[in-house]
């Protein structure tokens, strides 16, 4: 595509979760496809390419906890070849957002994907956040290795009767198969809350979301400053 009397070529990779399959695949764009920057979306696909690559830029978008994550030094200055958007929301926004909806909830149920970095950081905010506010929190956990719908819904289940609402944050598998946990919301007749806007085209009740496009858009201009521009990444805030 033409854009700024610059032509881009995009090649897309996608390895479904395959981790050691995205690794191979991020070399082979830098090695044999020779492209002049990496783009990601998340924090399970930023970490690997923020590893592996060092020779090239990386443009990252949709991670909520850059920082936290390991992925830039700061948001302020990223440092090395690495700059994006972020899509971190205020958890303290959040539980509120759910209390002006639904005030009288005691308990909150959170469905995670364990040992994402993204996912947990988000989770342990997200209680301290409801606790100061009185409420008791609940969670229950899928794996990296979630593959279906199913899945989610399982572990939805396992705290669904004990919690007045079930709450999904930005989180990889919850953001692919968050409609299992929406079903058995629905089933108990129980809100949901979500961190990711297109949940709620699956049937979550409230969202104090992010406009992915915007944010994607956001790091598009990042990539033109440095093709164009040549801007180091490093310099570029977050």
């Known amino acids: 595509e033409e854009q700024d ?6 090649k897309f990779f996608d390895a479904y979760g395959d981790l050691e399959a995205y690794k191979l695949g991020l070399k082979k764009l830098v090695e044999v496809d020779k492209v002049d ?8 696909s930023t970490q690997p390419a ?6 090239i830029p990386v443009v990252f978008t ?11 030094q700061s948001a302020e200055n990223p440092g090395a070849n690495v700059t994006g958007t972020h899509c971190g929301i205020p958890t303290n926004s959040q539980v509120r957002a759910i209390l002006k909806v639904v005030p009288d909830i005691k308990a909150i149920g959170i469905v995670y994907t364990s040992k994402e970095e993204n996912a947990e950081f988000q989770a342990a905010d997200f209680i ?16 990296l290795e979630t593959k279906t719908q199913a899945e989610v ?16 944050l930005q989180d990889t598998s919850l953001s692919r198969y968050g409609r299992g946990m929406i079903s058995v919301a629905e089933e108990k007749k129980k809100p949901t809350y979500v961190s990711l806007e297109q ?21 598009g201009g ?16 977050i």
């Open 5 to 10: 009397d610059i032509t881009v070529e995009f």
């Open 37 to 44: 920057l990496i783009f990601t979306t998340g924090t399970r």
């Open 50 to 55: 923020v590893e592996i690559i060092k020779e």
């Open 62 to 72: 949709a991670v909520a906890e850059p920082v936290k994550a390991g992925i830039v």
């Open 128 to 143: 301290e956040a409801a606790e100061a506010l009185g409420l008791k929190v609940l969670v229950s956990t899928v794996s």
């Open 153 to 168: 819904e399982e572990a939805a289940r396992k705290i669904v009767d004990s919690v007045d609402v079930l709450v999904a």
């Open 199 to 219: 949940l709620l085209s699956e049937g979550a009740m409230i969202s104090l979301g992010i406009d992915f496009a915007a944010i994607g858009a956001m790091a």
């Open 222 to 237: 990042q990539a033109l400053l440095i093709l164009k521009q040549k801007v180091y990444p490093g310099n570029i805030p």
